[in-house]
């Protein structure tokens, strides 16, 4: 369970985060003084801090800077009146994550703090090459001996020193988020920010202003200035997934700071100087995107200066066994349970499949399976397949709707439900809850949105039908 520290002396605010914060699964702290709260962050070490700029011994500015002084890596969102503006951006620019206002919106801070939570957590845990079970820690690795693999490690190993742009190509699931931190996380930047950007997950029309900011007056609703994950990464490195989904409108932009080391905000008129390294990801084929115009022909030269594919796990399957004993230890680990272990028979079930989802549907698929493990090493029946297909067969589909039917036929001639129309509901409402976090790769955020509800009703229904999610760290 995350920290997060909330340093403001205003304790109705205080006890507002909490509530609010606490609710969507998160564990807090709090400082009402500025003194105080440097020693509950040497102390408690919190993943991520919230820090009013005006407290009542030293100002919020001076706080952050002792505390960035100490833990350069702590992600730290300022709280700020629309007065302080300016005061706030000086502060991401000497490190800060981001800023919010007073009074906030409930879930553009919720996803803030997640955000700053992934973001701590990618720059703060090494991802490792092969990591010996009994040492595994709570690291995140890329497994495998196979000779691609191999050839991987060479190449990050040959890319970190430098600050050439790198593009990770690969399928769904291989791993290329890994790879990329792997490299920061062996580059001379290491000690400056790494920031995420997905170019599918943000829409198209908030993508432009997420990437470089904008000027206050730039559009409606733009009643301040806003810094971009550019900016905010200054010195550092930024690593956009899945870039062949970029639009054509913002190629051209994101060209110009490939070669003039330079941006402008939505709405700017001059140029900003930025030193940031990219490193750049997709599983589209960038070549047909370039053949029909949907990707700049200049923009993919320049993005390909190194290039590292990851292989897919149908392309290694001898790394398959060391990869599942990695993963159920680390499961086992995260979730403080025994690790059972996998039978022969298990194992080569797992062999004989070809993983078109790769290793993020290997990690869903043990970790169902350890899940309802009864603490036997794992049998084969427990290894199920969640195939998928453009053509699902209409039987299955309607097999599928029989079984369920059959279920609230039989609970209500049973007679021994109290309330069954609840209890059907339940039911229902259990297996779309768990269907969207399959569907969602466990990412609560994509899940609350795919079901029409909000992150901490999400969590409550989880909580309520004993729904377990880890944290999926494949990408």
Not at 45 to 61: A, E, K, M, N, Y
Not at 84 to 110: N, R
Not at 280 to 299: P, Y
Not at 419 to 435: G, I, N, T
Request: charged content about 25%; hydrophobic content about 40%; overall charge negative.
């Amino acid at each position: 369970m995350s920290l997060i520290l909330i340093i403001d002396d205003d304790i109705q605010l205080c006890r507002s985060f909490t509530k609010i914060l606490s609710q969507d699964g998160y564990a807090t702290a709090t400082a009402t003084s500025g003194q105080q709260g440097i020693e509950r962050v040497k102390n408690l070490q919190p993943d991520v801090v919230i820090l009013d700029i005006r407290l009542p011994d030293i100002s919020g500015i001076e706080v952050f800077g002792r505390i960035h002084e100490l833990y350069p890596k702590l992600p730290v969102i300022i709280i700020t009146a629309f007065g302080t503006t300016e005061t706030a951006i000086g502060a991401i620019q000497k490190g800060a994550y981001d800023y919010i206002y007073k009074p906030f919106d409930v879930p553009e801070m919720l996803l803030l703090v997640e955000k700053a939570v992934i973001a701590g957590r990618c720059m703060t845990t090494p991802v490792e090459f092969n990591p010996v079970l009994e040492n595994l820690s709570n690291r995140e690795a890329l497994v495998g001996s196979s000779n691609e693999m191999l050839e991987v490690y060479k190449a990050i190993g040959r890319v970190s020193s430098t600050d050439a742009t790198v593009l990770v190509r690969g399928e769904s699931g291989t791993g290329k988020e890994l790879a990329s931190r792997a490299i920061y996380n062996h580059s001379l930047r290491l000690d400056k920010p790494f920031m995420v950007v997905n170019c599918v997950a943000i829409p198209e029309t908030l993508l432009e202003s997420e990437l470089f900011g904008y000027e206050k007056g730039a559009f409606t609703g733009a009643t301040h200035r806003k810094v971009g994950k550019i900016e905010q990464a200054r010195g550092g490195t930024v690593f956009l997934d899945e870039i062949g989904d970029m639009p054509l409108s913002i190629q051209s932009k994101f060209l110009r700071l490939l070669q003039e080391n330079s941006i402008e905000r939505l709405g700017g008129k001059e140029p900003i100087d930025v030193d940031v390294r990219i490193i750049a990801a997709t599983n589209k084929d960038l070549e047909s995107g370039v053949a029909a115009g949907t990707f700049r022909e200049d923009l993919y030269y320049r993005l390909r200066v190194v290039t590292i594919t990851m292989p897919s796990l149908r392309r290694r399957k001898d790394d398959i066994p060391p990869l599942t004993q990695y993963l159920l230890a680390r499961f086992s680990n995260d979730m403080a349970i025994d690790n059972p272990g996998i039978s022969e028979e298990a194992l080569r079930k797992i062999m004989k499949y070809d993983w078109p989802g790769n290793i993020r549907e290997l990690s869903n698929t043990l970790k169902k399976s350890l899940i309802f493990n009864r603490g036997a090493p794992i049998l084969p029946e427990e290894i199920t397949f969640h195939e998928l297909s453009h053509t699902k067969d209409q039987n299955q589909e309607n097999g599928d709707i029989a079984g369920v039917q059959q279920w609230i036929r039989a609970t209500l001639l049973a007679g021994k439900e109290h309330k069954p129309y609840d209890s059907c509901l339940d039911h229902v409402a259990s297996l779309l809850v768990r269907e969207a976090l399959d569907i969602s790769n466990g990412n609560r955020s994509k899940a609350s949105k795919l079901l029409g509800i909000t992150r901490p009703t999400l969590h409550a229904k989880m909580e309520k039908y004993n729904i377990i999610c880890g944290f999926n760290s494949q990408t």
